[in-house]
């Protein structure tokens, strides 16, 4: 798949929730998940990321890797959040080559691959403080995956705005705290 069909992709599955949130909303859920972890969405994703991870993305561009479910938006609604843009979750190429090109980067290929799976399997938390959810993956025996989803007023969609890996078990403070911090925060899921 070029940018045009990875982009052309992502906007089919923007207006196939759109018409299912008014259609079906009891189904909205299902609807996407059964769309995000489709094989033909991971080939795009995975496009997207190769050509994402080489530098290859001229333009800034996004993919679809998640949705805020039910019980996330019953959240955000009991803490009177009102988030109105779109429940789709985005990756944007310009956070990858950030995150790449930062010497501390300890992710590796099979993480950025896995985002689909982590983003539907994870514990999830909030950071009342930044006004962010939490993705917390256990990805093995050997590590965890943090992923902060901002939800800023302005913006249209969810967006990716940190990933970081925890080895376990860890010697670093810095991790062990950050690890502690979340383990304190309120549990959405």
């Not at 949705?67 to 959040?81: C, E």
């Not at 930044?130 to 939800?151: A, G, R």
């Amino acid at each position: 798949m070029n940018l045009n069909e990875i982009e052309k992709w992502a906007l089919l599955f923007y207006i196939l929730i759109q018409k299912a949130e008014k259609e079906f909303p009891e189904k909205v859920e299902n609807i996407a998940n059964t769309f995000l972890l489709s094989n033909i969405n991971k080939i795009s994703f995975n496009n997207f990321l190769e050509k994402a991870l080489k530098g290859n993305h001229v333009i800034e561009c996004s993919s679809s890797v998640g949705f805020l479910n039910d019980k996330i938006m019953k959240f955000l609604k009991s803490k009177k959040i009102n988030f109105h843009g779109s429940r789709i979750i985005t990756l944007k190429t310009s956070f990858i080559k950030g995150i790449i090109n930062t010497h501390d980067n300890k992710l590796v290929k099979e993480n950025w691959y896995n985002i689909l799976d982590y983003l539907k399997y994870s514990s999830i938390f909030w950071d009342s403080k930044n006004n962010e959810i939490i993705y917390l993956s256990i990805n093995d025996n050997n590590h965890y995956l943090k992923m902060s989803v901002s939800l800023s007023a302005n913006m249209d969609n969810p967006s990716i705005n940190e990933i970081s890996r925890f080895d376990f078990p860890n010697n670093n403070t810095v991790e062990q705290t950050e690890l502690k911090q979340i383990s304190e925060m309120e549990v959405i899921q």
